[in-house]
């Protein structure tokens, strides 16, 4: 029959003696275990409980939890099993699964040389070295040119970008029914600010540019529209409403059509 691992062979009873001497409570047995129930115990001739807790094992050491009396080999320790190799897998054998599954831990795998870690923050963004093999080999941030923020108010739903040494930043606002976003930029050291508003249906909003000399507008119209209160309204005609669409100006406003 097939098998896979070591050849099959007669594992002969093997034995322990130790001497107490009413102070010891480690003794070093001859075999690797990892259960208590991987041996028998005898102290004076009475066999130990591995269930009260009477003694304990870790790899090669006997612990009990109270010495044992003095004694010429009065320490008996019988191997029900014991570990007599460590399969170690070969290379290209360990796949993901076998490692999801603990065939092989994590406590068996090198260091890779990457300091652990998070990388990446509001103003750096990560750098990631990965092999063929899906390994990260390196982890580095890079700094965003001239970014020194990154943040968001949920309560005006504003995304504010914070510059360098120029002290400028910039609010990104999110918009409403009247009114799709906000774009304003704003000079923290003379306290100056130059605001950009994109109006729904582009009606009295900036658009393309070229070369800064030309701008461009949207002549159609799809669903009513009232100028903020406080604010003149620019358009280049001619604009074409839809069925049913109505631009409201209100009172004090005005809405000029070129």
Do not use: W
């Not at 993901?96 to 599954?101: D, F, G, L, P, V």
């Amino acid at each position: 029959m097939a098998y896979i691992g070591a050849s099959a062979t007669n594992q002969a009873i093997v034995t322990d003696r130790f001497d107490g001497n009413g102070s010891n409570t480690d003794f070093t047995l001859s075999k690797t275990v990892y259960n208590t129930k991987d041996i028998e115990v005898l102290v004076n001739n009475v066999q130990q409980n591995p269930f009260d807790g009477s003694y304990s094992v870790n790899g090669n050491t006997l612990t009990f939890s109270g010495a044992p009396s003095a004694g010429s080999n009065n320490i008996y320790v019988t191997y029900r099993g014991y570990a007599t190799s460590i399969l170690t897998p070969l290379d290209n054998t360990v796949t993901a699964n076998a490692i999801q599954s603990n065939a092989v831990t994590t406590a068996k795998l090198s260091d890779s040389g990457v300091t652990a870690g998070s990388y990446g923050n509001t103003t750096a963004i990560p750098v990631l070295t990965i092999d063929a093999k899906g390994r990260v080999t390196a982890a580095t941030t890079n700094s965003i040119s001239g970014i020194t923020g990154v943040s968001y108010t949920a309560s005006n739903s504003t995304i504010t970008v914070s510059t360098s040494a120029t002290n400028y930043t910039a609010n990104i606002q999110a918009g409403n029914s009247s009114v799709q976003g906000l774009l304003q930029i704003v000079d923290s050291t003379s306290n100056t600010s130059a605001t950009v508003a994109a109006a729904a249906n582009s009606v009295a909003s900036l658009a393309l540019k070229a070369n800064n000399t030309i701008q461009e507008f949207s002549t159609n119209v799809t669903s009513s529209y009232t100028l903020t209160t406080g604010k003149n309204g620019l358009a280049v005609g001619p604009l074409n409403l839809a069925n049913g669409v109505q631009v409201t100006v209100p009172t004090g406003a005005r809405l000029v059509i070129l």
